[in-house]
């Protein structure tokens, strides 16, 4: 099987290429990466040197380069290329436009054009994000069919990659699968996301920044789970193709003051230390999604609970002090100004 990775030198995706390469001896992996500041080589550990692994440094927007990636057909495209991180897109909402909207869009012009080059018809799996919902009421879960409400630059180009996404699917008849998944967590995953940035701060012995009065809430996935549950997805075409949409979720729900407390206690540091700061513009209060449509067809479910995983992830980051220094003291401008 030959697979094209995008953006697969970032967190997510960097862990779903070592498992690719762990499960499957026969496959081989483009892994076309533009090495923003959130993706690096080093997130790959000894997959970077697997001959079966090729990484092209490409901008995903980038129509000529994405076009030349096709030197070979590809089974199967997993689509992690992304602008991420909320508070960023706020300060420039056109660049994750840019990454997410016409990235997307220029990665599905790419495999429409080449469908003739091979029998089999390519595959692409679109990552995406509960954030696309908008905010989940209070003791309710958002299923499959649930109406997009983006809230934020972020979760709004998303929303419109999966849109484009589905808009492909349907006028050139392409194989698209979108997989929406709630907040993930582990090692390797840049210092800007909450439980990373917490554990550096804690770390260090620097104040933890929480967000207005801290009651926002996430269900946390670990990394490894959420490897695990997209592999599933990937490499069963059928059960996949029986719908256009599919959800990984976690019933491990925390709110972010309580995340903090629970980072401090296993760093040893002071919870005093937890600082409130101004929040953020348009802050969802919650994100829960329904995986139970996941879990019946794939029989994908977590098995590492989240007490376990921040465990993990915090000894990880304590045992690799040099990823808590990737952490740069970019503020957002909602902060700055201030």
């Known amino acids: 099987m ?4 995008t953006g697969g030198c970032g967190f997510l995706g960097s862990h779903f290429v070592r498992a690719l390469l762990r499960q499957d001896r026969d496959v081989s992996v483009v892994n076309a990466d533009c090495l923003t500041y959130a993706g690096s080589l080093d997130n790959l550990e000894g997959a970077a040197s697997d001959p079966r692994h ?13 076009d030349a990636l096709w030197r070979e057909p590809f089974d199967l495209v997993v689509h992690f290329a992304a602008e991420t991180h909320v508070d960023r897109s706020l300060e420039d909402g056109g660049r994750f436009v840019r990454t997410n909207v016409l990235g ?3 990665l599905l012009s790419a495999v429409q054009r080449h469908r003739g080059d091979t029998a089999a018809q390519t595959s692409v799996i679109i990552i995406s994000s509960d954030e696309v919902y908008g905010p989940t009421p209070k003791g309710q879960v958002f299923g499959v069919g649930e109406p997009l409400r983006p809230t934020s630059p972020y979760a709004a180009s998303k929303a419109a990659a999966d849109w484009m996404a589905l808009a492909y699917a349907r006028t050139f008849a392409l194989d698209v699968t979108i997989v929406r998944s709630v907040n993930v967590f582990g090692p390797h995953q840049y210092p800007e996301k909450a439980i990373p940035l917490f554990i550096a701060k804690a770390l260090a012995g620097r104040p933890l920044p929480l967000y207005g009065h801290g009651r926002h809430s996430r269900s946390w996935l670990y990394v490894d789970d959420f490897a695990k549950g997209l592999m ?3 490499t069963d075409q059928t059960r996949r193709q ?3 949409i599919w959800h990984l979720g976690s019933l491990d729900e925390i709110d972010n003051r309580q995340l903090a407390l629970s980072i401090c206690a296993l760093c040893g540091a002071d919870p005093e230390l937890i600082t409130s700061v101004p929040d953020r513009p348009g802050h969802d209060l919650r994100y829960a999604l329904d995986f139970s449509q996941t879990e019946r067809v794939f029989g994908w479910r977590p098995t590492i609970n989240f007490r376990q995983g921040l465990a993990d992830t915090v000894a990880w980051y304590r045992a690799n002090p040099e990823w808590c220094h990737q952490q740069t003291d970019w503020t957002p401008s909602f902060l700055r100004d201030r």
């Open 2 to 5: 030959r697979v094209l990775v």
């Open 54 to 66: 090729r990484h092209e440094l490409i901008d995903i927007a980038d129509a000529l380069a994405v």
């Open 104 to 106: 997307t869009q220029t």
């Open 232 to 234: 599933a997805v990937a």
């Open 242 to 244: 029986e719908r256009p």
